[in-house]
């Protein structure tokens, strides 16, 4: 099975620019040891190293070294990886063909009862290793967890050196990025649409805030929000067929739902505050967003087909940027708490408090990972702005150090690619 993935349309891959830093300790964390492949140094990516790094920032495994020379074709000895403490075992090799491309063939063990979990076999593209790594971790976090592994996701970003800004589609770790806008003046708010086809964003290269949607393969863009004044805060329905966008086109900022072609506009919010940064419930029936109508920004939710208006923040008086888990179940947001902004997570199927789970003071741009068990912020950290993961407890989290710019707003992709 190949992946021969197309790469990214729209700009040439840009050189790594991330390095990953893991931190913390997690409850329970699975011990496994991953065996470099055998002839993975003649490729051009050190595949059992990608696979590593993406089990360890998931926060439900500990890496378990080793100095093995095993493949997928040797059958382990098992009580000498239980007496390495290993749990599990994931071995592989990397070949290249004839016609250029890399054999990656792979397999996973469970130590403890000795079992065999499967493996596979791709013939990949040069440029599909990395991609090809992340869908090895997939298999393995899938095969341990029983949840879907999002390793071989992908995240949009904001850049900005100098009075460049840099709208960017990246692999889940920050790498192999692609440059999908430049632009001199500002680019916010990114958001992917349920399909990871398309991204809307906020440009300003016509002076004012404008909404933009462009094809991720090919690049092409349109606006589909340019009204009078301020155009802002895109955020896709679950279904993909609607946009709920900030407008102020009537005053004050108010928010609308459109079609995906920009038409059909019909205002949702009615107040004399600032409504703004809406986010879907994922079954579609409810919208997020937050208001100063009582005084201070704070988060709200209201039905799409009438309902009243439903406060859920009260324990700082600064809530902003909701970002609802894929089940419905948590959501995470930015509060203000003695002049810090802190990440933090509240149950909404339950009266739980808010539960803290940074200690910086800089957060911003929450986005839940498709399968719920990450979540993808912005922070400042020694002087630059830098993107991180968290596990929802707060215990494990990655920073994803750029070597070349500040990096703000990121948005986790859907499923699929």
Do not use: C
Not at 360 to 386: H, K, M
Request: charged fraction near 20%; avoid cysteine; glycine fraction near 10%.
């Amino acid at each position: 099975m190949a992946l021969g993935l197309p790469a990214l349309l729209f700009g040439a891959p840009a050189a790594a620019q991330f390095r990953v830093e893991i931190s913390g300790v997690g409850a329970t964390q699975l011990p496994i040891a991953i065996v470099k492949f055998r002839d993975e140094d003649k490729a051009t990516q050190m595949v059992s190293a990608i696979v590593r790094a993406d089990l360890e920032r998931s926060g439900f495994f500990r890496g378990v070294d080793n100095q093995a020379t095993l493949d997928e074709l040797a059958q382990p000895v098992m009580g000498e990886w239980r007496a390495r403490a290993a749990d599990a075992l994931v071995v592989g090799s990397v070949s290249r063909l004839a016609d250029g491309r890399f054999d990656v063939r792979f397999k996973l063990w469970d130590v403890v009862k000795g079992s065999d979990l499967g493996g596979q076999a791709n013939a990949v593209e040069p440029a599909d290793l990395r991609l090809a790594a992340h869908r090895i971790a997939d298999f393995v976090y899938e095969k341990l967890t029983g949840d879907k592994g999002v390793f071989s996701t992908r995240i949009v970003y904001v850049t900005k050196g100098g009075s460049r800004f840099t709208l960017r589609v990246a692999d889940a770790d920050g790498e192999g990025g692609q440059v999908a806008l430049n632009s001199n003046e500002p680019i916010i708010s990114p958001a992917w649409s349920p399909n990871g086809r398309e991204l809307a964003y906020v440009s300003f290269e016509s002076q004012k805030a404008v909404v933009y949607s462009q094809d991720v393969m090919t690049g092409a863009r349109r606006p589909i929000a340019n009204f009078r004044g301020s155009n802002s805060a895109p955020a896709w329905s679950p279904d993909g067929q609607t946009l709920a966008v900030t407008l102020s086109r009537d005053g004050g900022s108010q928010i609308f739902l459109m079609g995906r072609d920009g038409g059909n506009l019909r205002r949702l919010t009615n107040s004399s505050a600032i409504d703004t940064e809406p986010a879907f419930a994922p079954d579609g029936r409810s919208l997020y967003f937050v208001s100063d109508r009582g005084g201070s920004p704070q988060i709200y939710r209201t039905g799409l087909n009438g309902g009243g208006v439903e406060r859920l923040t009260f324990a700082s008086n600064y809530n902003i940027s909701p970002a609802i888990s894929p089940d419905g179940r948590t959501m995470a947001y930015i509060s203000r708490v003695g002049g810090a902004f802190r990440l933090h997570t509240q149950d909404l199927t339950a009266n739980a408090q808010p539960q803290a789970i940074t200690d910086t003071g800089d957060d911003e741009s929450p986005s839940f990972a498709p399968n719920g068990r990450l979540i993808i912020y912005a922070t400042r950290a020694q002087g630059r702005d830098v993107l991180m993961t968290s596990t929802l407890d707060g215990k494990i989290k990655a920073r994803l150090v750029s070597t070349t710019a500040d990096v703000r707003e990121p948005v986790w992709s859907p499923f699929g690619r």
